[in-house]
């Protein structure tokens, strides 16, 4: 496709669940990244993915998140009992290379709206 | 106390008017600073990136950035109702891939 698709647009769950949610980065985009956008609030980092590697987890909050890329392109995001707090919008972006420190322009998805009941 | 602040609005001005949005930061250490635009229900898109003092200007859009001041501003000139968004600012971690982002204001322009 021509964009960052994310898949579902939007999911309902119980407190306890668990839940997957997915990102198709725009083909040949090396870097993938993991937000989560809370109501009023900026995207907040995640994850950082370089190739199939999560280069820089440092934003995952806790043990029950964890997100892979096995091939290099999709990215599954995956929360584990999952809590009333973990309800935000997901979003996910790629860019094609960049440097540390720098400009990259990341393109981003339209995103997944979590809701735990 | 955050590393960007962001006066998150709703920012109300009516059709034709230059709009001024801006960020304040902590980190003088930052190096790249990004405005995004968010529609309601869509992913940010981006809009203009700097990164040296001074100003840049793309169409009806100029950013500002002051680093002595740890100030950014993004100006919207001849609003239209089609700028309606809420639009985020963003900063670069040096040393790392991370990007800091406000917590965006919501602007609206009135027909």
């Known amino acids: 496709g021509a964009g960052v698709s994310q898949t579902p647009s939007n999911k309902v769950t119980e407190k306890g669940k668990y839940v997957e949610l997915r990102c198709d980065p725009i083909?040949?985009?090396?870097?993938l990244y993991w937000y989560r956008q809370s109501l009023g609030q900026g995207p907040e980092f995640l994850i950082y993915?370089?190739?199939?590697?999560?280069?820089?987890d440092s934003g995952l909050p806790n043990d029950r998140f964890f997100a892979v890329r096995p091939e290099g392109s999709v990215s599954t995001l995956k929360i584990q009992r999952t809590e009333r707090g973990d309800s935000a919008v997901y979003l996910c972006?790629?860019?094609?290379?960049?440097?540390?420190?720098?400009?990259?322009?990341?393109?981003f998805g339209p995103g997944t709206r979590l809701t735990v009941l | 106390q955050k590393e960007v602040e962001q006066d998150p609005g709703p920012l109300s001005v009516p059709e034709g008017a230059i709009v001024s949005l801006n960020c304040t930061y902590s980190n003088s250490a930052f190096q790249y600073f990004m405005w995004y635009r968010q529609y309601s229900r869509k992913g940010p898109e981006l809009l203009m990136y700097?990164?040296?003092?001074g100003n840049k200007e793309d169409g009806r859009f100029t950013a500002q950035v002051d680093k002595s001041s740890k100030y950014i501003s993004l100006f919207i000139r001849d609003s239209q109702p089609s700028d309606s968004a809420t639009y985020l600012c963003a900063m670069s971690v040096p040393g790392t891939y991370k990007y800091i982002f406000g917590t965006g204001t919501r602007l609206k322009v009135l027909a």
């Open positions: 083909s040949g985009h090396t870097a």
């Open positions: 993915f370089q190739g199939t590697g999560a280069a820089d």
């Open positions: 972006a790629s860019w094609s290379s960049g440097t540390s420190g720098g400009y990259n322009e990341q393109f």
């Open positions: 700097t990164y040296s003092s």
